[in-house]
């Protein structure tokens, strides 16, 4: 048991540590990832957009990523305004928020808006050791913790070597000269398209794995997250392929000992429900273990191209108990019945928190054992 978690807080409190199962931050309010946000943001609806917040949360996002970097818009103004709204709203301000920017003063405009305790996303040693440290030193005072990116003056690493060195000499910049807990750096070792045509692409998910066990096994109490949807740049608008290697990916990352992510609940297919011939085509390219892994992926895409994954339409599993349907829910990121099932299952119990200790944390756990977690 880590006896230095990292903690975390909205209006309530969330733990991460070996004991707890993987944390989900969710991407969509980021304007740079989500057309649907990006619109509503630009045309002024911030109320309409903090629906695509709510939604994240109840699809099981843990913490929340806000991002407001783009061209057209007063990016310090926007973050201010919709932090503001999330803090109105209970549902929602009841989680930690991940404030993203790659502009300092947005992030520290966002950071002061803030209850609890946050994550900045992100710094990193790109412009040298000493704005490093400043940036740090502010991220402290404010009491958030802090993504560190595997970037330093030369550029992104992107090779298992270059990944460690990088993460290696920022935790002893941080922990050494600052005095800056372990438990508060979150390093993303970068996550990178695969399946690309480029032989220097081959190892990228496996030099991130093996990155992600360094860094897990000899920089004590540091954590490791990353955005999920980048590996499957490449097959975009291929959703059946997509979900798969992205929960291939973790499942492996995982193993690995990553412990957060940026990640879309909606795009992630359950682990043993993957057809066998695509999970062998994705671990072959994410583990690069066959010089024709990317032209055998390709060519199974060619063949689902266009078809999204079915929705599930068969009603059979309403039949089951109330307890069973809410399981089903949280496995499938089903929330049409959530309310109703919630109401009756309540009535079987005597108190509201043993709802959420019983059926509600039951499903959860199959969750997290469907993800390796």
């Given at each position: 048991m880590d006896n230095r978690p990292l903690?975390?807080?909205?209006?309530?409190?969330v733990t991460?540590?070996?004991?707890?199962?993987?944390?989900?931050?969710g991407e969509r309010t980021n304007v740079t990832g989500s057309a649907k946000f990006l619109k509503l943001i630009k045309e002024d609806k911030f109320d309409e957009a903090l629906s695509v917040a709510l939604d994240q949360v109840r699809g099981g996002a843990q913490v929340i990523d806000v991002n407001m970097d783009e061209g057209m818009l007063d990016s310090e103004s926007a973050m201010v305004r919709f932090l503001n709204l999330m803090a109105s709203e209970p549902e929602i301000s009841r989680i930690p928020v991940m404030v993203d920017s790659s502009k300092w003063q947005v992030i520290e405009a966002g950071?002061?808006?803030?209850?609890?305790?946050?994550?900045?996303?992100?710094?990193?040693?790109?412009?040298?050791?000493?704005?490093?440290?400043?940036?740090?030193?502010?991220?402290?005072r404010y009491g958030a913790a802090t993504v560190v990116m595997a970037f330093d003056e030369i550029g992104q690493a992107d090779t298992y070597q270059r990944r460690?060195?990088?993460?290696?000499?920022?935790y002893d910049i941080l922990t050494r000269k600052i005095n800056f807990p372990p438990q508060d750096i979150i390093?993303?070792?970068?996550?990178?398209?695969?399946?690309?045509?480029?032989d220097e692409h081959r190892n990228y998910a496996l030099d991130f794995f093996k990155a992600t066990k360094w860094i897990r096994t000899n920089l004590p109490h540091?954590?490791?997250?990353?955005?999920?949807?980048?590996?499957?740049?490449?097959?975009?608008?291929?959703?059946?392929?997509?979900?798969?290697?992205?929960?291939?990916?973790?499942?492996?990352a995982i193993k690995e000992g990553m412990d957060m992510g940026i990640v879309n609940p909606a795009m992630l297919a359950v682990y043993d429900d993957i057809p066998k011939d695509l999970l062998e085509r994705v671990e072959d390219v994410l583990l690069n273990r066959r010089e024709d892994a990317t032209e055998r992926l390709l060519e199974f895409a060619e063949t689902v191209k266009g078809s999204a994954k079915k929705k599930e339409q068969d009603d059979e599993w309403r039949k089951g108990t109330v307890e069973e349907r809410l399981t089903h829910s949280l496995v499938k990121g089903v929330i049409e019945f959530i309310e109703a099932d919630i109401e009756e299952v309540r009535h079987k119990f005597d108190k509201p928190l043993h709802v959420i200790e019983g059926p509600l944390m039951d499903g959860m756990n199959v969750v997290g054992d469907l993800f390796g977690a």
């Open positions: 903690k975390l807080s909205g209006l309530e409190a991460v540590s070996p004991a707890s199962n993987f944390v989900n931050i950071l002061k808006c803030l209850q609890g305790k946050s994550i900045v996303n992100s710094i990193s040693l790109k412009a040298g050791e000493e704005e490093f440290l400043r940036q740090a030193k502010l991220v402290k460690i060195d990088i993460c290696k000499r920022a390093f993303d070792p970068n996550i990178f398209p695969v399946a690309t045509g480029i540091a954590h490791v997250s990353g955005g999920v949807s980048n590996v499957s740049f490449s097959f975009r608008g291929n959703q059946l392929v997509r979900e798969a290697m992205h929960s291939v990916f973790l499942y492996h």
